[in-house]
Protein backbone atom coordinates (compact mmCIF):
# COMPACT_ATOMS: atom_id res chain seq x y z
CA UNK A 1 0.00 0.00 0.00
CA UNK A 2 1.57 3.57 -0.75
CA UNK A 3 2.88 6.23 1.93
CA UNK A 4 0.01 8.18 2.97
CA UNK A 5 -0.43 11.83 2.62
CA UNK A 6 -0.87 12.92 6.26
CA UNK A 7 -0.92 10.32 9.13
CA UNK A 8 -1.68 10.69 12.92
CA UNK A 9 -0.09 8.38 15.29
CA UNK A 10 -1.04 8.45 19.40
CA UNK A 11 -0.93 12.06 19.32
CA UNK A 12 -1.40 13.33 22.45
CA UNK A 13 -1.01 17.68 23.56
CA UNK A 14 -1.27 18.08 27.52
CA UNK A 15 -1.22 21.91 28.71
CA UNK A 16 0.45 22.68 31.93
CA UNK A 17 2.37 20.88 34.21
CA UNK A 18 5.87 19.87 33.25
CA UNK A 19 9.58 19.42 34.95
CA UNK A 20 9.45 22.18 37.43
CA UNK A 21 6.25 22.73 37.50
CA UNK A 22 3.53 20.57 39.09
CA UNK A 23 0.58 22.33 38.68
CA UNK A 24 -3.10 20.97 37.34
CA UNK A 25 -2.86 19.75 33.50
CA UNK A 26 -5.79 19.51 30.57
CA UNK A 27 -5.29 17.05 28.29
CA UNK A 28 -6.63 19.19 24.80
CA UNK A 29 -6.47 15.81 23.07
CA UNK A 30 -5.16 12.46 23.52
CA UNK A 31 -4.07 9.05 21.18
CA UNK A 32 -5.56 10.71 18.12
CA UNK A 33 -5.13 8.23 15.29
CA UNK A 34 -5.81 9.63 11.31
CA UNK A 35 -4.53 8.08 7.99
CA UNK A 36 -5.62 9.92 5.02
CA UNK A 37 -4.14 8.93 1.26
CA UNK A 38 -3.85 11.33 -1.44
CA UNK A 39 -6.15 9.19 -3.75
CA UNK A 40 -8.91 9.52 -3.59
CA UNK A 41 -9.68 12.83 -1.95
CA UNK A 42 -11.79 13.12 0.70
CA UNK A 43 -13.50 15.41 3.21
CA UNK A 44 -12.92 14.28 6.49
CA UNK A 45 -14.78 16.17 9.25
CA UNK A 46 -13.81 16.35 12.88
CA UNK A 47 -16.68 17.56 14.83
CA UNK A 48 -17.11 18.27 18.44
CA UNK A 49 -18.75 21.09 21.12
CA UNK A 50 -16.33 23.61 22.34
CA UNK A 51 -13.08 22.66 23.96
CA UNK A 52 -13.13 19.22 22.78
CA UNK A 53 -9.97 19.65 20.85
CA UNK A 54 -10.69 20.43 17.37
CA UNK A 55 -8.71 23.58 16.88
CA UNK A 56 -5.65 22.16 19.15
CA UNK A 57 -5.54 19.30 16.02
CA UNK A 58 -5.60 21.99 13.31
CA UNK A 59 -2.57 23.88 14.96
CA UNK A 60 -1.29 20.17 15.25
CA UNK A 61 -1.45 19.34 11.69
CA UNK A 62 -0.38 23.21 10.39
CA UNK A 63 2.71 22.94 12.58
CA UNK A 64 1.79 25.96 14.97
CA UNK A 65 2.18 23.90 18.09
CA UNK A 66 4.03 20.50 18.91
CA UNK A 67 2.73 17.22 20.02
CA UNK A 68 3.74 16.32 24.17
CA UNK A 69 3.54 12.80 22.29
CA UNK A 70 2.97 11.18 19.21
CA UNK A 71 3.92 11.36 15.66
CA UNK A 72 2.55 13.18 12.61
CA UNK A 73 3.65 11.96 9.27
CA UNK A 74 3.23 13.79 6.70
CA UNK A 75 4.52 11.73 3.36
CA UNK A 76 6.19 10.01 5.68
CA UNK A 77 8.15 12.29 7.04
CA UNK A 78 7.55 13.53 10.72
CA UNK A 79 6.87 17.49 10.00
CA UNK A 80 8.60 18.67 13.13
CA UNK A 81 12.16 16.78 11.59
CA UNK A 82 11.64 17.73 8.21
CA UNK A 83 14.93 19.93 6.74
CA UNK A 84 14.14 23.23 5.40
CA UNK A 85 13.10 22.17 1.37
CA UNK A 86 10.68 19.22 3.06
CA UNK A 87 9.25 21.99 5.34
CA UNK A 88 8.24 24.69 2.28
CA UNK A 89 7.16 21.61 0.73
CA UNK A 90 4.81 20.65 3.74
CA UNK A 91 3.52 24.68 3.97
CA UNK A 92 2.78 24.81 0.20
CA UNK A 93 0.96 21.65 -0.28
CA UNK A 94 -0.97 21.87 3.47
CA UNK A 95 -3.34 24.83 2.99
CA UNK A 96 -5.28 26.75 5.89
CA UNK A 97 -8.86 28.50 5.94
CA UNK A 98 -9.89 29.98 9.15
CA UNK A 99 -12.75 30.94 10.97
CA UNK A 100 -12.77 34.28 11.09
CA UNK A 101 -12.40 35.83 7.71
CA UNK A 102 -11.19 39.56 8.72
CA UNK A 103 -9.23 38.85 11.47
CA UNK A 104 -6.57 36.82 8.62
CA UNK A 105 -6.32 40.55 6.59
CA UNK A 106 -4.04 43.07 7.11
CA UNK A 107 -6.27 46.12 6.86
CA UNK A 108 -3.64 48.12 5.48
CA UNK A 109 -2.88 46.19 2.58
CA UNK A 110 -4.84 45.82 -0.48
CA UNK A 111 -6.48 42.25 -0.82
CA UNK A 112 -4.17 41.01 -4.03
CA UNK A 113 -1.65 41.56 -1.09
CA UNK A 114 -1.90 37.95 0.33
CA UNK A 115 -1.63 36.27 -3.76
CA UNK A 116 1.25 38.71 -4.20
CA UNK A 117 2.94 37.00 -1.44
CA UNK A 118 2.01 33.69 -1.45
CA UNK A 119 3.34 33.98 -5.44
CA UNK A 120 6.79 35.55 -4.09
CA UNK A 121 7.72 33.33 -1.27
CA UNK A 122 6.36 30.11 -3.01
CA UNK A 123 7.64 31.39 -6.34
CA UNK A 124 4.94 30.47 -8.47
CA UNK A 125 5.42 32.51 -11.22
CA UNK A 126 8.16 34.48 -13.65
CA UNK A 127 6.14 37.41 -14.97
CA UNK A 128 3.33 39.86 -13.69
CA UNK A 129 1.35 38.07 -16.68
CA UNK A 130 1.91 34.88 -15.17
CA UNK A 131 1.23 36.06 -11.54
CA UNK A 132 -2.05 37.92 -12.79
CA UNK A 133 -3.19 34.33 -14.57
CA UNK A 134 -2.82 32.24 -11.68
CA UNK A 135 -4.71 34.38 -9.35
CA UNK A 136 -7.32 34.57 -12.19
CA UNK A 137 -7.45 31.20 -12.12
CA UNK A 138 -8.18 31.01 -8.36
CA UNK A 139 -10.98 33.62 -8.01
CA UNK A 140 -12.75 32.25 -10.49
CA UNK A 141 -12.71 28.86 -8.97
CA UNK A 142 -14.74 30.34 -6.08
CA UNK A 143 -17.07 32.50 -8.34
CA UNK A 144 -14.81 36.31 -7.57
CA UNK A 145 -13.78 37.90 -10.30
CA UNK A 146 -10.61 39.84 -10.45
CA UNK A 147 -10.78 43.40 -11.02
CA UNK A 148 -13.96 43.64 -8.58
CA UNK A 149 -11.92 42.83 -5.70
CA UNK A 150 -8.38 42.75 -5.68
CA UNK A 151 -7.79 46.47 -5.34
CA UNK A 152 -10.40 46.71 -2.80
CA UNK A 153 -9.24 47.10 1.19
CA UNK A 154 -10.54 44.17 3.76
CA UNK A 155 -13.08 46.09 5.22
CA UNK A 156 -14.69 46.77 1.41
CA UNK A 157 -15.46 42.74 1.28
CA UNK A 158 -18.52 40.96 2.62
CA UNK A 159 -18.09 37.98 4.57
CA UNK A 160 -18.30 35.60 2.47
CA UNK A 161 -16.28 37.25 0.14
CA UNK A 162 -12.92 37.57 2.35
CA UNK A 163 -13.94 33.77 3.17
CA UNK A 164 -13.73 33.07 -0.40
CA UNK A 165 -10.50 35.05 -0.46
CA UNK A 166 -9.22 32.85 1.61
CA UNK A 167 -10.17 29.44 0.28
CA UNK A 168 -8.49 31.18 -3.32
CA UNK A 169 -5.15 32.21 -1.83
CA UNK A 170 -5.11 28.73 -0.56
CA UNK A 171 -6.34 26.98 -3.70
CA UNK A 172 -3.52 29.52 -5.76
CA UNK A 173 -0.95 27.14 -4.15
CA UNK A 174 -2.55 23.90 -5.39
CA UNK A 175 -2.27 21.99 -2.09
CA UNK A 176 -2.71 18.61 -1.70
CA UNK A 177 -4.92 19.19 2.22
CA UNK A 178 -6.73 22.09 3.22
CA UNK A 179 -7.51 22.43 7.34
CA UNK A 180 -10.70 24.59 6.73
CA UNK A 181 -11.24 25.31 10.83
CA UNK A 182 -14.66 26.57 10.83
CA UNK A 183 -15.09 28.50 7.71
CA UNK A 184 -18.57 28.79 7.37
CA UNK A 185 -19.72 29.82 11.03
CA UNK A 186 -19.57 32.99 10.53
CA UNK A 187 -21.20 33.84 7.22
CA UNK A 188 -24.87 33.69 6.29
CA UNK A 189 -26.94 30.68 5.22
CA UNK A 190 -26.78 30.99 1.25
CA UNK A 191 -22.74 31.82 1.14
CA UNK A 192 -22.24 29.07 3.34
CA UNK A 193 -24.14 26.48 1.25
CA UNK A 194 -21.68 28.10 -1.89
CA UNK A 195 -18.55 27.66 0.12
CA UNK A 196 -19.56 24.34 1.03
CA UNK A 197 -20.29 23.53 -2.63
CA UNK A 198 -16.34 24.99 -3.37
CA UNK A 199 -15.20 22.73 -0.93
CA UNK A 200 -16.79 19.55 -3.05
CA UNK A 201 -15.99 21.06 -6.26
CA UNK A 202 -12.50 21.03 -4.99
CA UNK A 203 -12.27 17.83 -3.75
CA UNK A 204 -13.85 16.17 -6.94
CA UNK A 205 -12.24 18.24 -9.77
CA UNK A 206 -8.74 18.89 -8.40
CA UNK A 207 -8.41 16.29 -5.39
CA UNK A 208 -7.60 18.57 -2.88
CA UNK A 209 -8.98 16.95 0.35
CA UNK A 210 -9.69 18.69 3.66
CA UNK A 211 -9.96 18.29 7.06
CA UNK A 212 -12.83 20.31 8.23
CA UNK A 213 -13.78 21.09 11.40
CA UNK A 214 -16.90 22.22 13.03
CA UNK A 215 -19.67 21.69 15.54
CA UNK A 216 -22.40 21.90 12.80
CA UNK A 217 -23.63 18.13 12.31
CA UNK A 218 -25.63 19.08 9.57
CA UNK A 219 -23.29 20.44 7.45
CA UNK A 220 -20.99 17.82 8.26
CA UNK A 221 -23.79 15.21 7.38
CA UNK A 222 -24.21 17.19 4.13
CA UNK A 223 -20.32 17.41 2.52
CA UNK A 224 -18.26 15.18 4.81
CA UNK A 225 -16.84 11.44 3.86
CA UNK A 226 -16.02 10.99 7.06
CA UNK A 227 -16.62 11.84 10.53
CA UNK A 228 -14.24 11.87 13.75
CA UNK A 229 -16.57 13.43 16.77
CA UNK A 230 -14.03 14.45 19.94
CA UNK A 231 -15.63 14.47 23.21
CA UNK A 232 -12.74 16.74 26.12
CA UNK A 233 -9.98 15.37 23.65
CA UNK A 234 -10.71 11.87 22.82
CA UNK A 235 -12.12 10.14 20.01
CA UNK A 236 -16.20 9.10 20.97
CA UNK A 237 -17.12 8.03 17.76
CA UNK A 238 -15.74 7.88 14.16
CA UNK A 239 -16.34 5.96 10.23
CA UNK A 240 -18.53 6.67 7.51
CA UNK A 241 -20.31 10.16 8.19
CA UNK A 242 -23.67 8.98 7.25
CA UNK A 243 -23.39 5.89 9.23
CA UNK A 244 -22.60 7.39 12.43
CA UNK A 245 -25.15 10.13 12.23
CA UNK A 246 -28.10 8.24 11.47
CA UNK A 247 -26.65 4.92 13.86
CA UNK A 248 -24.95 6.77 16.64
CA UNK A 249 -23.40 4.36 18.92
CA UNK A 250 -21.40 6.28 21.66
CA UNK A 251 -24.05 7.97 24.69
CA UNK A 252 -22.20 11.09 24.29
CA UNK A 253 -22.94 10.93 20.68
CA UNK A 254 -26.39 9.25 20.80
CA UNK A 255 -27.60 12.51 23.37
CA UNK A 256 -25.51 14.91 20.83
CA UNK A 257 -27.62 14.06 17.72
CA UNK A 258 -30.67 13.43 20.06
CA UNK A 259 -30.37 17.10 21.13
CA UNK A 260 -30.97 18.76 17.05
CA UNK A 261 -34.32 19.66 17.66
CA UNK A 262 -36.65 18.36 15.20
CA UNK A 263 -39.55 20.02 13.03
CA UNK A 264 -42.54 17.94 14.42
CA UNK A 265 -45.21 19.55 16.85
CA UNK A 266 -45.91 16.27 18.53
CA UNK A 267 -42.01 15.43 19.37
CA UNK A 268 -40.86 17.07 22.73
CA UNK A 269 -37.41 18.78 22.63
CA UNK A 270 -35.04 18.84 25.84
CA UNK A 271 -37.20 16.04 27.85
CA UNK A 272 -34.06 14.13 27.92
CA UNK A 273 -31.96 14.11 31.27
CA UNK A 274 -28.34 13.19 32.10
CA UNK A 275 -26.27 13.43 34.98
CA UNK A 276 -24.53 16.47 35.51
CA UNK A 277 -20.99 16.11 37.60
CA UNK A 278 -17.93 17.60 37.22
CA UNK A 279 -17.58 17.84 33.33
CA UNK A 280 -13.28 18.10 33.54
CA UNK A 281 -12.93 15.61 36.16
CA UNK A 282 -11.68 13.34 33.71
CA UNK A 283 -9.07 15.66 31.99
CA UNK A 284 -6.48 16.32 33.97
CA UNK A 285 -4.63 12.96 33.59
CA UNK A 286 -3.81 11.04 30.45
CA UNK A 287 -4.55 7.89 33.04
CA UNK A 288 -8.30 8.76 34.02
CA UNK A 289 -10.70 6.79 32.20
CA UNK A 290 -13.75 6.98 30.27
CA UNK A 291 -14.11 11.12 29.70
CA UNK A 292 -17.69 10.98 29.33
CA UNK A 293 -18.09 8.78 32.57
CA UNK A 294 -19.78 11.59 34.77
CA UNK A 295 -22.71 12.34 32.74
CA UNK A 296 -23.09 8.52 30.89
CA UNK A 297 -26.13 6.55 32.28
CA UNK A 298 -24.83 3.39 31.19
CA UNK A 299 -21.60 4.08 33.11
CA UNK A 300 -19.60 1.10 34.62
CA UNK A 301 -17.13 0.82 37.64
CA UNK A 302 -14.18 0.12 35.51
CA UNK A 303 -15.02 3.15 33.32
CA UNK A 304 -14.29 5.82 35.97
CA UNK A 305 -10.27 4.23 35.50
CA UNK A 306 -10.00 2.63 32.10
CA UNK A 307 -10.31 4.20 29.46
CA UNK A 308 -12.10 2.04 26.49
CA UNK A 309 -9.88 1.54 23.07
CA UNK A 310 -11.98 1.55 19.67
CA UNK A 311 -13.89 -0.96 19.23
CA UNK A 312 -14.96 -1.73 15.10
CA UNK A 313 -19.20 -2.07 15.20
CA UNK A 314 -19.67 -2.34 11.30
CA UNK A 315 -17.69 -1.32 8.30
CA UNK A 316 -15.87 1.81 8.70
CA UNK A 317 -17.39 2.33 12.11
CA UNK A 318 -15.65 2.65 15.55
CA UNK A 319 -16.90 3.63 18.71
CA UNK A 320 -14.60 3.91 22.20
CA UNK A 321 -17.22 2.17 24.62
CA UNK A 322 -16.85 -0.66 26.77
CA UNK A 323 -20.60 -1.16 25.56
CA UNK A 324 -19.50 -2.92 22.77
CA UNK A 325 -16.70 -5.00 23.98
CA UNK A 326 -17.78 -8.00 22.78
CA UNK A 327 -17.91 -6.50 18.99
CA UNK A 328 -16.05 -8.93 16.26
CA UNK A 329 -12.52 -9.12 15.40
CA UNK A 330 -11.69 -4.61 13.73
CA UNK A 331 -9.71 -3.50 11.45
CA UNK A 332 -7.72 -0.87 12.63
CA UNK A 333 -8.04 2.87 11.44
CA UNK A 334 -4.63 3.59 11.44
CA UNK A 335 -0.76 1.64 12.62
CA UNK A 336 -0.62 1.85 16.03
CA UNK A 337 -4.17 2.82 16.41
CA UNK A 338 -5.72 1.50 19.93
CA UNK A 339 -8.34 -0.79 18.00
CA UNK A 340 -9.88 -4.02 20.20
CA UNK A 341 -12.19 -6.84 19.73
Known amino acids: MSTPLLELRNVTKVYGGGFLRRGPVTVALQDFNLTLYEQPAKIITIAGESGSGKTTLANLILGFIKPTAGHILYRGQDIHRMNRHQRLQYRREVQAVFQDPYEVYNPFYRVKHIFDMAIRNFQLARSREESRALIEEAL ?50 SLRAMILDIMMRLRDEHQISFLYITHDLSTAYQIGDEIYILYQGTVAECGDTVTVIEHPKHPYVQLLINAIPVPDPDVRWGEDQVITLDDEEMRTS ?26 RVGENHYVTCFLYEEQPTPAPLAEGADVKD
Open 140 to 189: NVVGLRAEEVLEKYPHQLSGGQRQRMMVARAFLLKPRLIVADEPVSMVDA
Open 286 to 311: IHSGCRFYPRCRHRMAHCQHTRPPLY
